[in-house]
């Protein structure tokens, strides 16, 4: 169904919503970010600058609406991937590859985000507190294309490494974000070559002899990933470290 359909056969508030943020997402664009103020956006909108922020508090807000938005768009484009092929390599592949598709409307001027989110102090950074909705559906994405597959990952690392799926992702993000290729298409080559990759990793992860390389890694992911626990908190580990 087509956005504007959708929109309207929303309710009055959730359409209203939509057209802030529609509008801010088209003044982000022609303007830039920083040159945008919500005024304006209420301006443009035709809603007054008290409904703006009745329904977002702040810019920073709004582009968490975009992210949230790309989320929910990316988990409905997925859903044939991970009811499809076992395979963990061609599900990973087409989970990025179907972010990719649904980011490509936005890559116009994703750059004027990126400037603000690599601020680790920014609300907008995608390690952010502000950023755990989104952060935590596309983890849910990952989770479920490990889960559905036939893959076998170390049971130390298997709580983890939706995270770690998460966190190259964001690595494509990066990448897709300053790719000024046609169509993005060295973007969709990126993902072409690394998702084999990283699916051979998983799957190796469960041998004994590379066992010691995963609990370092289970370790640093445990103390550095969003909500971990803090340096010096040393949790347990999934078996004990003497076991074989």
């Known amino acids: 169904m087509p956005k504007d359909e959708k929109t309207a056969k929303a309710p009055k508030s959730e359409q209203t919503r ?3 943020l529609e509008t801010a997402l088209r003044l982000f664009e022609e303007r830039g970010y920083d040159r945008t103020t919500m005024r304006a956006i209420a301006q443009e909108a035709g809603v007054s600058v008290g409904n703006a922020y009745y329904y977002f508090s702040s810019k920073e807000h709004l582009v968490q609406g975009f992210y949230d938005r790309l989320a929910a768009e990316h988990e409905i484009a997925v859903r044939p991937v991970l009811a499809g092929d076992s395979d963990l390599g061609v599900r990973m592949r087409g989970v990025l590859l179907s972010w990719l ?4 409307p936005y ?13 680790p ?3 907008l950074s995608p390690f952010s507190k502000d950023s755990a909705a989104a952060r935590e559906a596309v983890v849910s994405v990952h989770e479920r294309c490990l889960s559905g597959s036939s893959a076998k990952a170390d049971p130390e690392l298997a709580e983890l490494l939706p995270q770690l799926m998460w966190l190259m992702h964001m690595g494509l993000v990066l990448f897709w974000v300053y790719d000024r290729s046609e169509g993005t298409e060295r973007s969709r080559r990126l993902v072409e070559r690394t998702a084999p990759i990283a699916a051979r990793a998983i799957a190796l992860s469960r041998f004994r ?32 470290a003497g076991s074989s």
């Open 121 to 123: 102090d920014s609300p």
């Open 107 to 119: 890559h116009r001027f994703a750059a004027q985000f990126f400037k603000n989110a690599a601020d």
């Open 101 to 104: 598709d649904v980011a490509w």
């Open 18 to 20: 939509a057209l802030i």
């Open 209 to 240: 002899v590379l066992r010691p390389l995963v609990r370092q890694i289970h370790d640093v992911l445990v103390e550095f990933m969003p909500g971990a626990t803090p340096s010096g908190a040393r949790p347990p580990r999934a078996r004990d």
